[in-house]
Each structure stands twice: as C-alpha cells, then as structure tokens.
C-alpha cells in the first residue's frame, strides 16, 4: 500500500491528451512537499521527468507538465507519442523527511 | 557525466547480512545527499534511506529501520547500504540516486541501474 495513491493504468491514443493524478494527504503533498515525477522504462532505471511540482529537466519534452493543488498533484502529457508508454511515479516527502512514493501507473499508447 | 554503480547483489538466507555498494562519478561526491530505493520484482518503487552530502544525517524506511544502516565515504566517492536480518520482502532491485543538493528532501536527479538481492533459503 504506497503512501501516494496514482492510478493503476491509464491508456490515451497518439496525440491525444492524458493525464496521472497522484494523491497524498496532510502529511505531505498536504503539507506543502514538492512533488516529482519519474518515467520508467522495462527493465531500465527510473528518469526524473518532474520536479518542484511543474519544472522540467532539460531534455524533457514540454509535452509534460505538472502542476499540484492542495493534496494532489497531476502529471499531463500532451501529443501522446508510442514512445511515452512506460510506468510514472510521483513522489514528495513527509515531515520526516523520508521520500514517498506513488504506486505507479502504466501508461498505454493505443 | 553523472555515473552510479552498484555492486554487492546477490543471493543470501533470511536472517543473513549483505553490504551494498555504490560507485560514484561525474561529480563531487560530497557536495550531494544520496538515496537508496528499491524495486521488488514486478512492483512500485520504495524509498529505503537517504544521508546528506556530509554523511552527517540520516533517515530510513520504518520497513528496515535497526536492520539497514546508510551510509558514505566521501574519499572513495562511495555509497553503502549495510542490511542484516533479511527478509524475503527484502527481495528487490536496490538502487542508489543522487539529490540536487547535499540535503535531504529533495527529488532524485540521477538513478543506478541497481542491483538485485534476493532473499531466499
């Protein structure tokens, strides 16, 4: 049971928009953590796609964006690509100061 | 260009102890936090620890808090993760990643390519 809750799967056609919603609590989206956001790839390593909520690594397409409100946050992906499909975890922090994570959800490219 | 590898995986009973290894490179080790997550087969990701650039704090999972230890030589731009008392639910890819900035509380930047542990007799 991850501490963020994401959705298990969304799926969007080629060009079509999507989006990830990931959704904490009091306790930390809540409490004002930033949220990131990764991209993985089977059998690859997590990429930082996400962070402080809306900004983007460069060489991350600006087809991604984030954003945050109250508890939840939301990764969009706009111009859905068969190269997107892949697992997304958000992630913020608690009061702790111990990482979160979301359950992740997988992406599909009809 | 940042690089993270880890080392130390493998096969160990329930009950036993490994120490997990991380190789830095492309930066200056010292001056960033470092964090452990991990990957069971098939499942999500799980943070596992976190030590600040100095070594000088750190915080841990409630799952292997008394059982793993972080921790880093800033001379040989390593990272380490010392478990004990493993479980099967320690089963995982372990992976090392480096923060922004020397503290915790922050995203991860840059991820190792991991390393499997399995816990099985």
């Known amino acids: 049971q991850s501490v963020l809750t994401q959705p298990p799967s969304v799926s969007g056609a080629p060009g079509q928009r999507v989006t990830i919603s990931c959704t904490g609590s009091s306790s930390n989206i809540g409490a004002g953590y930033d949220v990131h956001w990764y991209q993985q790839f089977p059998e690859t390593a997590p990429k930082l796609l996400i962070y402080?909520?809306?900004n983007r690594p460069s060489g991350v397409p600006d087809r991604f964006s984030g954003s945050k409100s109250g508890t939840s946050a939301s990764l969009a992906i706009t111009g859905l690509q068969a190269e997107d499909e892949a697992d997304y975890y958000c992630?913020?922090?608690?009061?702790?100061?111990?990482?979160?994570f979301g359950g992740g959800t997988k992406l599909t490219v009809l | 260009e940042v690089q993270l590898l880890e080392s130390g995986g493998g096969l160990v009973q329930p009950g036993g102890s490994l120490r997990l290894s991380c190789a830095a490179s492309?930066?200056?080790?010292?001056?960033?936090?470092m964090t452990w997550v991990r990957q069971a087969p098939g499942k999500g990701l799980e943070w596992v620890s976190v030590?600040?650039?100095?070594?000088?704090?750190?915080f841990y999972a409630d799952s292997v808090k008394g059982r793993f230890t972080i921790s880093r030589d800033n001379s040989k731009n390593t990272l380490y993760l010392q478990m004990n008392s493993l479980r099967a639910e320690d089963t995982a890819i372990y992976s090392c990643?480096?923060?922004?900035?020397?503290?915790?509380?922050?995203?991860?930047?840059?991820w190792g390519q991991g390393t499997l542990v399995t816990v099985s007799s």
């Open positions: 402080g909520n809306s």
């Open positions: 992630q913020s922090h608690d009061s702790s100061l111990r990482a979160v």
């Open positions: 990643a480096k923060s922004p900035g020397a503290v915790a509380g922050t995203w991860l930047a840059y």
């Open positions: 030590i600040s650039g100095s070594g000088g704090s750190t």
């Open positions: 492309g930066f200056t080790f010292s001056s960033y936090a």
